[in-house]
């Protein structure tokens, strides 16, 4: 079982920038493809962007594609979501997800998740 924490939200201004990290415990957190998912306010959680086991292989969804970036370091344990040119509808509450045997995707989510870290864009 991997244990998942986030970090790095917080309040930007629209243009901004942010960049989330997803800390996981354990020693085989390679063996786990990881996902991003957000929840903004009142509406229900969507998928983000995932990331293969070795980072080989990532998908986005179309409304970050080209501003987002997932990518990881499985040697500090961490996979990060970085956040360009943000906007208000990005503002959401972002959860990190993983699953040992399948990829992450918009229809796919893996039984662990984090606890989530909040993100405000302002106009």
């Known amino acids: 079982q991997v244990q998942l924490v986030e970090s790095g939200g917080g309040l930007v201004q629209a243009g901004g920038s942010l960049r989330l990290s997803c800390a996981a415990s354990?020693?085989?957190?390679?063996?786990?493809?990881v996902g991003w998912f957000r929840q903004p306010p009142g509406k229900e959680r969507e998928f983000v962007a995932a990331?293969?086991?070795?980072?080989?292989?990532?998908n986005y969804a179309d409304s970050v594609k080209g501003r987002f970036t997932i990518s990881r370091d499985n040697a500090k344990n961490t996979v990060y979501l970085q956040m360009n040119s943000l906007n208000p509808e990005d503002t959401a509450v972002y959860y990190c997800?993983?699953?040992?045997?399948?990829?992450?995707?918009?229809?796919?989510?893996?039984?662990?998740w984090g606890q989530g870290t909040q993100v405000t864009v302002s106009s």
């Open positions: 997800n993983a699953d040992r045997n399948l990829l992450i995707r918009k229809d796919r989510e893996g039984p662990y």
């Open positions: 354990g020693r085989t957190f390679s063996s786990y493809a």
């Open positions: 990331i293969s086991w070795r980072g080989g292989s990532t």
